[in-house]
């Protein structure tokens, strides 16, 4: 049944005390930055009316940043996390992003299939030392080589 429910990804236009209760229940086991005070959009998968995948992208700093990607276990595989990625990647865009951060330990998942794919790239600190035990940063630089390669990522397209 939820093998076949039809996804819809939607920014969450309205971040209402309902939408807030199943918010707080999707990341229940897991931290999650508040970013209530920042510039911020989440965007949520939709089967039907039940939330199958959530994340979001704030401006901190000057910086655009992605985080929280999350996919419930019976919808992975599908490619919820590619289009919740990329409706972020695409939001920065428009709203005139030139880099867009995201942080992440080494070999994630997370990272393997919804970051590098795009071409972000990590950028150690402190000289170029990263150990393999600390979250870390990927950059991905908006050039024209990034819609040659996606052009749904492209301004104005829908
Ligand atoms: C990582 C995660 C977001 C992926 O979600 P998803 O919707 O299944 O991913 P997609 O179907 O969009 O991604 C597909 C790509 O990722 C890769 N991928 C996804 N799942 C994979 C797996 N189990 N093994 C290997 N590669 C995998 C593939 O490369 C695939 O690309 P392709 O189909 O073009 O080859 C999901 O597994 C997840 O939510 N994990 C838990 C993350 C979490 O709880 N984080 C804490 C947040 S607080």
Redesign the pocket.
């Known amino acids: 049944m939820k093998k076949s429910a039809e996804i819809t990804v939607r920014k969450i236009s309205r971040e209402s005390g309902e939408w807030r209760t199943r918010y707080e229940a999707f990341?229940s086991?897991?931290?999650?930055k508040r970013v209530d005070k920042l510039d911020h959009a989440y965007f949520a998968?939709y089967a039907a009316d039940e939330i199958a995948?959530h994340s979001v992208v704030y401006l901190e700093n000057e910086r655009w940043v992605m985080?929280?990607?999350?996919?419930?276990?019976e919808?992975?595989?599908?490619?919820?996390?590619?289009?919740?990625?990329e409706a972020r990647i695409r939001y920065a865009i428009e709203r005139g992003a030139k880099e867009i951060w995201y942080a992440c330990d080494d070999g994630?998942?997370?990272t393997?299939?919804?970051h590098l794919?795009y071409g972000f790239e990590k950028v150690c600190p402190h000289e170029g030392h990263c150990t393999a035990a600390t979250a870390h940063w990927y950059r991905l630089k908006v050039a024209p080589a990034l819609f040659k390669k996606f052009p749904a990522l492209k301004p104005g397209r829908a």
């Open positions: 990341y086991d897991c931290e999650i998968a995948g985080d929280g990607l999350r996919v419930k276990p919808f992975r595989e599908r490619g919820i996390a590619k289009k919740l990625t994630n998942l997370v393997i299939c919804c794919r």
